[in-house]
């Protein structure tokens, strides 16, 4: 009876469709800068900067709202007294409005701006981790291709030792050098890991969302000699406030006369005349308040403005100059490396293959020993994982270099 329930069990579970895994996400070099744009909160965050500076600029130049004003007076037998009724408005007799409402369309420019950079920053961020990335599959690559020989040769040996033709001692020795190449193959899956955690939230990737990065570390090729900073987005962004900064000298000489109030007023008043009797009075007046600049004529705020100005014209000076510099001493960098590179593949990589060829060939000709032929096999890894290094390096440089001229 209960192998009959447990086999229904079984049956029952196996006619149970398989729920659909969840597709993985594909990135690619190119893909980068659209899926950021698209998916990456940070960046979703940043964009209601210009929500709220659209909603400054609307507020800007606005009258203060009209003021509305009473009053009431009267004698303790509320026989005699008056009433007042008034409206008063506050208007300026420069153009502050006017300037106020200019800096709030160039502080949007600015929160424009302010989104720019903030996406240029992830993509820069975004790149560094996707080379990371294909760097340690290459070199897992290169670790499993390295064993999968080894242990080629490490089968070709333990069969001619069965025939009496070789050493099981040389066939264990090859076994181990794969053993060890499998090894650091696994200790690279935790660092891509660590990669892949790191890329995953700037593509707003969720946690238990699958990510498949597609391509390969390309040849090294050199970009331009030029070194123009204006598309970087906090360039950008230094001349707007220099902008603003200029802008606000002339709002701060605007507030050196204060507003004007104007208004209406209707008064009614009710007098005991003895022996006449009472009487009643209606005034309607107009109302107007100018202000004296004898104390305050907003000095200190033009001289903090003028020099907020000058401040922010050498900031963006002083930040071009770092761009070029930073642009430079990437480019430069990207050279040393690219020249590595070439060196290795013409020079260097094609001695190591010889080597490592001739030296096998010593070996089954028994003209060398085996560890020789570890070494020489030992010696074309170190190369090729030295060009590896080389070609991440460089493209590490050519995303500081992107990053610094804003190519994206």
């Not at 030992?378 to 030295?386: D, M, V, Y």
Request: charged share 30%; net charge neutral; glycine share 6%.
């Amino acid at each position: 009876m209960f192998s009959h329930f447990t086999a229904l069990c079984a049956a029952s579970l196996l006619m149970v469709p398989a729920l659909p895994a969840a597709p993985a996400v594909v990135v690619t070099p190119d893909t980068i800068p659209k899926r950021i744009r698209a998916q990456n909160p940070d960046l979703a965050a940043a964009r209601l900067r210009i929500a709220e500076a659209v909603g400054r600029m609307k507020q800007a130049g606005r009258l203060d709202n009209p003021q509305l004003e009473t009053s009431l007076q009267h004698n303790r037998n509320f026989r005699e007294g008056a009433v007042e009724v008034g409206i008063s408005q506050r208007f300026p007799v420069t153009d502050r409005l006017r300037r106020e409402k200019g800096i709030s369309v160039t502080e949007l420019k600015a929160a424009e701006l302010e989104v720019r950079q903030v996406e240029q920053k992830l993509v820069s961020d975004a790149n560094r981790a996707l080379i990371e990335v294909l760097a340690i599959r290459q070199r897992k690559g290169l670790l499993n291709r390295q064993s999968s020989l080894t242990k080629e040769l490490a089968e070709s040996i333990r069969t001619a030792a069965e025939k009496g033709e070789g050493s099981l001692l040389d066939a264990g020795q090859a076994r181990v050098e794969a053993m060890q190449a499998d090894t650091e193959a696994r200790q690279l899956d935790a660092k891509e890991a660590s990669a892949l955690a790191e890329l995953k939230p700037l593509l707003g990737i969720r946690q238990d969302e699958g990510l498949v990065v597609s391509g390969t570390l390309a040849s090294p090729v050199l970009p331009s000699t030029g070194a123009d900073p204006s598309r970087r987005a906090d360039f950008q962004l230094s001349k707007v406030e220099a902008d603003i900064a200029g802008q606000t000298i002339g709002l701060e000489k605007a507030k050196r006369r204060e507003d004007f109030e104007g208004g209406a007023f209707f008064s009614a008043e009710r007098t005991e005349d003895a022996p006449d009797g009472y009487e009643n009075e209606a005034i309607v007046g107009l109302r107007l308040k100018i202000p004296l600049p004898f104390w305050n004529k907003n000095e200190g705020n033009i001289e903090a403005a003028e020099a907020t100005h000058r401040r922010r014209q050498l900031e963006t000076r002083a930040l071009a100059e770092n761009i070029r510099h930073e642009a430079g001493g990437a480019r430069s960098e990207m050279a040393e490396w690219a020249e590595l590179i070439r060196e290795i593949d013409t020079n260097l990589l094609p001695l190591a293959n010889k080597q490592a060829t001739d030296t096998e060939t010593a070996w089954r000709n028994g003209q060398a020993d085996f560890q020789t032929v570890l070494k020489s096999r030992a010696q074309r890894l170190q190369l090729e994982s030295t060009r590896l290094d080389a070609l991440r390096d460089f493209h590490l440089a050519r995303a500081r270099h992107q990053a610094a001229l804003g190519n994206f």
